[in-house]
């Protein structure tokens, strides 16, 4: 992408980026390694095999926004021992970027965390990632009242925990059908797309404002057209 294509972003004074596969990309395999603890997790809770421990994983994923939130709904699941057992992952294979950190440490305004995982685990993503010490704050999943994106409620709780005004707010988020509501609100939308993934239709939804498939590389030339 060249300069001349990136878009006018001059409105936007908050910067807020989801966690998992938008600030590192599925090869480091984090997210790998928590689906299958997930899976380990049902297994025991459910006393059932590995292949219908991840069906069950993935149905609560897609009804509930998280696994975490159908367990909580519909089977009184605590939260933190939950976390603490998914969150038990190999960080030594998330390694830091340069290109990334110097792309978002040069964006005017407040940069944010909005993640459905947990803060103790946001932290050491980010450290690993080397982005440690570049965000005002994290809305985790506990500052959510457990409503984990999509849920539209913990949009309108993280602008006002924040005071974000939606309309100078970008969001970057790798789930798309997590980018609905906040578009729904005002804010301006990024996907990053590691797959090319429009839902079978060929084409970006429309509530999708910029579709991205390298943050790095994309921060780095918008950086780039600023200084120029």
């Known amino acids: 992408m060249s300069a001349a294509l990136l878009p006018d972003l001059d409105h936007v004074d908050t910067w807020i980026f989801d966690l998992d596969l938008t600030l590192y990309g599925p090869e480091h395999n984090i997210m790998e ?15 059932v095999d590995a292949k219908r421990a991840h069906e069950i994983r993935y149905n609560y994923w897609r009804s509930h926004g998280t696994t975490l939130g159908g367990l909580m709904t519909e089977h009184g699941v605590d939260p933190h021992g939950y976390l603490d057992f998914v969150h038990d992952v190999d960080m030594s294979l998330l390694q830091p970027c340069a290109q990334l950190r110097a792309g978002i440490e040069a964006l005017p305004g407040r940069k944010l965390i909005f993640t459905n995982a947990d803060a103790p685990y946001a932290r050491r993503v980010l450290t690993a990632r080397g982005l440690d010490g570049l965000f005002e704050d994290m809305f985790d999943i506990h500052q959510m009242e457990h409503r984990p994106k ?37 804010m301006t939308t990024a996907w990053i797309n590691h797959s090319d993934d429009h839902d079978g239709s060929g084409e970006c939804p429309e509530f999708v404002d910029h579709e991205i498939s390298d943050l790095a590389n994309w921060l780095g030339i918008l950086k780039e057209r600023e200084l120029a």
């Not at 689906?35 to 025991?44: G, H, N, W």
């Not at 849920?151 to 006002?160: A, F, M």
């Open 150 to 186: 999509p849920d539209l409620r913990s949009y309108h709780s993280l602008c006002e925990r924040h005071a974000i005004d939606p309309a100078r707010a970008i969001f970057f988020e790798d789930s798309v059908h997590n980018l609905q509501p906040a578009k729904t609100l005002g």
């Open 33 to 47: 390694q928590v689906r299958d603890r997930i899976a380990l997790y049902v297994e025991d809770c459910f006393k």
